[in-house]
C-alpha cells in the first residue's frame, strides 16, 4: 500500500487541478460524439493523452478484423471515421531480482460516444453547453461517461504530480460504440491490450457494479400482402402481424423472468429482463393494407446465457408466433449488441485494492461519500464483458452520481467526481506500485 505521505500528494494533486479537470470535461462535453462522429471528442483525449507523456496509438475499427470474434456487435453503419484512441505509460524494463517489484498493469476504459439529445426544447440547459449548476455539470454524455474518462485523465495526471511514478504498465483507452455494440473495447482487445485489472469509470454512483445483463440488439422485420383499404381482405397487415410476434415476445419475456428469479444477483430484483421495443416502421399510405414492418428490439437477458443461445430462442418464438398465418413471414436479424453479460467474481484482489482506496477518500472526505464500497446491480450493457468474458480479466465498473442518463438534463455530481478521481488515483498507487519519478 502507498504510504500516506505519498497518499496526501495525491490527494492534493487532484485538488489542485480539479478546476482544470471541470473545464476539461465541459470541453469534452461540448464535442458532438454521437455515433460515427466522435473524431473531435478523440481529438480532445488524443490530446489529453499526450500532455500525460503517453504513447498514443489512434485506429480506425475494422469489421472485418471485429468479424472474427464471436462477441462482436453487428456492424450497421460506416466505420470509416470511428476510431479508437489509447494512450500507455512506458512498460517496466526491470529483469530478474527487479522484475519481481514491478507492478500490476491497468487499463482505464471509457466511452467518448454519447446517445442523442432528444427535444432539446425538453431541456433546461444547453444539452452541449457544459453548464455548471448547485455543484451539477449538465450536457448530452457528461455522466454517460465523459465524466469518468476525465477521471481516469487526472488521476494518473495526479499521481505524475505528486513526483511518482506507477510500476506497472497504465494505459488509458478511449472507445466509441459502448451505446450499440461494444466494438469500440473489442477492437482494443483484438489488438492485444489487456492488463492485471481493468476499471472503467461508468456513473455508477460511487459503487462497484457486481453483474451486468446481457444484451442483444435485434430487429424483426415482417412481410405481408398489400390491398386497398377498401378491400382489406385481400391483404395481410404487417402491422397487425407484427403485434402477433411481439404478443409473442411478450411471453418469452415474461417466462425469461420466471428463470432470473432464482439468479444468485437479479433474483430479488422485479422484472430485471426487459423487452424493450425502441423503433417501429411501417406503411406508407394510410389508405393502403401495409405489407411491410420493421421493430427494433433492445433485449436483456441473464449473464450466464451465452448470446447465441439466447438470440436462438428468439429466432423460435418468432418463428412459432407467425407460423400459422398464411402468406406472412417474419425474421429476426442482429443490428447491434450481441453481448453476454458479466458477473464480478467475488474476492478478487482489484475489488479489494478498490475498496481500500474508495474507503480512504470517504474518510477523508469526512463522510460526505459512501464509507464501505458496495456492490450494484446494472440492468443495462456496460463494456466490462469484453474483458470479463473473453480476457479473464477482472472488470471493475466504478464511477460517479449521474442522474438522467439518456434523459433531459443529464447531469453529474461534481464533489463525488472529485472524490471518485481521488479514488482512482489511489487505485493506480495501491495496484501498479509506485516509485519516485
Excluded at 476499471?199 to 460511487?206: A, K, L, Q, Y
Excluded at 411481439?246 to 433474483?267: C, H, M, Q, V, Y
Excluded at 473473453?390 to 464533489?415: C, I, K, Q, T, W
Aim: glycine share 10%; with cysteine.
Amino acid at each position: 500500500m502507498t504510504d500516506q505521505q505519498h497518499r496526501d500528494k495525491i490527494i492534493a494533486a487532484v485538488d489542485k487541478a480539479f478546476d482544470e479537470q471541470t473545464g476539461f470535461l465541459a470541453d469534452l462535453v461540448a464535442a458532438q460524439t454521437q455515433r460515427g462522429q466522435e473524431s473531435s471528442g478523440q481529438d480532445l483525449m488524443e490530446a489529453a493523452y499526450k500532455r500525460l507523456g503517453l504513447d498514443v496509438e489512434r485506429w480506425t475499427l475494422d469489421p472485418a478484423e471485429l468479424a472474427t470474434h464471436p462477441g462482436s456487435g453487428a456492424v450497421t453503419v460506416d466505420y470509416s471515421n470511428t476510431e479508437v484512441v489509447v494512450g500507455s505509460t512506458q512498460a517496466p524494463t526491470a529483469s530478474g531480482a527487479d522484475a519481481e517489484d514491478a507492478g500490476r498493469s491497468l487499463i482505464f476504459n471509457g466511452h467518448i460516444d454519447v446517445v442523442p439529445v432528444g427535444k432539446e426544447e425538453l431541456w433546461t440547459r444547453d444539452p452541449y453547453g457544459g453548464e455548471i449548476v448547485d455543484g451539477h455539470m449538465y450536457g448530452r454524455g457528461v455522466g454517460d461517461m465523459k465524466a469518468g474518462l476525465s477521471a481516469s485523465v487526472y488521476a494518473l495526471a495526479a499521481v505524475q504530480a505528486a513526483g511518482l511514478r506507477p510500476r506497472g504498465r497504465v494505459q488509458l483507452q478511449s472507445v466509441p460504440e459502448e451505446e450499440c455494440t461494444g466494438n469500440g473495447s473489442m477492437s482494443a482487445l483484438l489488438r492485444g491490450h489487456t492488463a492485471d485489472a481493468v476499471v472503467i469509470p461508468e456513473p455508477s454512483g460511487e459503487r462497484v457494479v457486481g453483474a451486468h445483463l446481457g444484451v442483444i440488439w435485434c430487429q424483426l422485420t415482417v412481410r405481408a400482402r398489400a390491398a386497398h383499404a377498401a378491400t382489406m381482405s385481400e391483404g395481410l397487415n404487417a402491422i397487425d402481424a407484427a403485434w402477433v410476434a411481439i404478443g409473442k415476445l411478450r411471453e418469452l419475456e415474461e417466462k425469461w423472468n420466471a428463470a432470473a428469479a432464482s439468479d444468485p444477483d437479479f433474483g430479488g430484483e422485479t422484472h430485471p429482463l426487459n423487452f424493450n421495443i425502441g423503433t417501429f416502421h411501417a406503411g406508407d399510405w394510410p389508405s393502403s393494407v401495409p405489407d411491410a414492418c420493421t421493430v427494433g428490439i433492445r433485449v436483456a437477458y441473464l449473464p450466464d446465457v451465452p448470446a447465441e443461445d439466447a438470440f436462438a430462442e428468439l429466432q423460435s418464438c418468432v418463428a412459432d408466433a407467425v407460423a400459422d398465418l398464411d402468406g406472412v413471414s417474419a425474421e429476426l436479424e442482429k443490428i447491434g449488441f450481441f453481448a453476454q453479460g458479466y458477473r464480478l467474481p467475488q474476492g478478487t484482489d482489484a475489488e479489494a485494492v478498490l475498496a481500500g482506496a474508495h474507503k480512504a477518500i470517504a474518510e477523508a472526505a469526512g463522510g460526505d461519500g459512501p464509507d464501505e464500497l458496495t456492490r450494484k446491480l446494472m440492468a443495462g450493457y456496460i463494456d466490462s464483458r469484453v474483458f470479463g468474458c473473453f480476457a479473464d480479466m477482472p472488470a471493475l465498473v466504478y464511477g460517479p452520481l449521474s442522474e438522467r442518463l439518456h434523459g433531459a438534463d443529464e447531469r453529474v455530481n461534481l464533489d463525488s467526481l472529485r472524490r471518485v478521481t481521488k479514488t482512482l488515483a489511489l487505485f493506480i498507487a495501491d495496484w501498479c506500485g509506485v516509485d519516485e519519478a
